[in-house]
């Protein structure tokens, strides 16, 4: 093989290895969950895992949107149920059944849905701006965006809206209340 013909194949891996690192950089995996029958999502990089709900212990005198505390692994984990918070009316006949777990500020939450549905790759130009009736909703400032998939089949558009779970979780309350209980249990 000549020095030419190395030297092309060389260039050829490089330029493919800079498209993937390029077309990596554009992609961005969330988790689609549900919630009120309705579609949200979060980048997989605000979770640290998902778990079945667990048996939970209510904390007396919290905000009505925490549901209570359980151990996982030695940690204590507060559990935010995110229909209260954000005041759904929630179908009873709707039970609940994956819990998201995330760290923010070195406290342990996890977000009760109601059922964690896929994983997806979505290009990051995808991610549009959250429109004003869906930020009547739920306030704007913990949205991310929407991300729009245009159907093939015709029967329309399948929109999912993308939380920032970090800001959600920042809250001073949900912040004290998550100290107050590593304070407690070291």
Do not use: C, W
């Amino acid at each position: 093989m000549s020095d030419n013909n190395l030297q092309n194949i060389i260039q050829n891996v490089a330029n493919e290895n800079s498209a993937s690192k390029k077309q990596a950089e554009e992609i961005a995996q969330i988790i689609v969950f549900e919630l009120d029958k309705e579609e949200y999502a979060l980048k997989i990089t605000d979770l640290r895992e998902i778990i079945s709900l667990p048996t939970i212990t209510p904390i007396p005198n919290a905000p009505e949107f925490i549901r209570g505390i359980f151990n996982l692994r030695g940690k204590i984990v507060v559990i935010v149920d995110l229909e209260k918070r954000f005041n759904f009316k929630k179908d009873d006949s709707i039970i609940s059944k994956h819990v998201i777990i995330t760290e923010v500020n070195g406290n342990d939450f996890g977000v009760v849905v109601d059922e964690v549905k896929e994983v997806l790759r979505v290009p990051v130009s995808s991610i549009k701006p959250t429109p004003q009736l869906i930020s009547s909703k739920i306030h704007a400032e913990y949205l991310s965006g929407v991300i729009v998939f245009d159907s093939d089949s015709g029967s329309g558009s399948r929109i999912i809206v993308l939380l920032d779970l970090p800001k959600l979780l920042e809250d001073k309350e949900l912040l004290d209340l998550g100290s107050a209980i590593k304070q407690t249990t070291k």
